[in-house]
């Protein structure tokens, strides 16, 4: 009886939350672009440093993981991230590095972290914003009046 009230407190507690959780980013940019068209979604562009910069990292915590995010972008966002770590260990592959190089001079040329860039799907950008000490709703409103 113990194993089974733990099993269910595993699936219950632990594993949906988790699953409801997950981000749904696009680690294809051709393919996103293409998705986002398809869909006729808003193609969000990140600029990240994801092992150094605070307020990216406080962006994750709060917007990205939010459940209420994740719901509404699933619907309505294709996402990308470009990240841009600094820590040996977090070294990312050279194609995947010099992809992101290239997508930070076209849409991140003076180097901000965070960035986000929004674009409509047919990759117009329509805005640029960054972190804010905010609530996901408010954030997915900021993000949606452009």
């Known amino acids: 009886m113990k194993k089974k009230i733990l099993f269910l407190f595993y699936v219950l507690v632990i594993m949906i939350p988790f699953n409801l959780l997950a981000q749904d980013w696009r680690t ?20 990240s440093g994801s092992d150094w910069c605070i307020p990216c990292i406080k962006l994750e915590k709060e917007i990205w993981k ?26 990312l592959d050279n194609s995947i590095q010099k992809r992101n190089d290239m997508l930070a001079i076209e849409y ?21 914003l960054g972190y804010e000490k905010t609530l996901p709703k408010d954030y997915i409103s900021r993000i949606n009046q452009f």
């Open 108 to 128: 991140n040329p003076n180097g901000y972290f965070p960035l986000v860039v929004v674009m409509d799907s047919n990759e117009n950008v329509l805005g640029r």
């Open 28 to 47: 294809n940019w051709d393919a996103a672009k293409v998705e986002a068209k398809k869909e006729n979604k808003k193609l969000i562009l990140v600029f």
């Open 66 to 91: 939010d459940p209420t995010f994740n719901e509404y972008a699933k619907k309505n966002y294709i996402l990308f991230r470009a990240d841009f770590p600094k820590r040996k260990k977090n070294k």
